[in-house]
């Protein structure tokens, strides 16, 4: 998948943009690591961003986007900043026009 990054200064915008509208749904996934190799690996990868103030993003389908918030940016998004309980983890913040509910 493709991936790029946002400013953490339109992530929130961009995101509550999105809702708004009422065709996009946003759900945060709390993200976790499975041994301590990833945790390293994926420190290293979500610093890059922190030190650029970037959001990672990529796109999973032309309909989902995925953006990894760490906890450097929950009080950038307003729109989901009560949904990150766990102050200490990051998030993946799915945006999709996928239908969500069950039948």
């Given at each position: ?33 499975f041994s301590d ?7 290293r990868f979500y ?57």
């Open positions: 998948p493709a991936k790029g990054r946002l400013r953490v200064e339109e992530f929130s915008k961009f995101l509550s943009d999105k809702v708004k509208g009422g065709r996009w749904f946003a759900v945060p996934l709390r993200f976790n690591t190799l990833d945790a390293m690996e994926y420190k610093k890059g961003y922190e030190g650029k103030k970037r959001i990672a993003m990529f796109a999973i389908s032309k309909e989902t986007k995925l953006f990894l918030v760490t906890p450097m940016f929950h009080k950038a998004v307003r729109h989901l900043r009560d949904s990150f309980t766990q102050k200490n983890s990051t998030y993946a913040v799915v945006l999709t026009k996928e239908n969500l509910r069950s039948t």
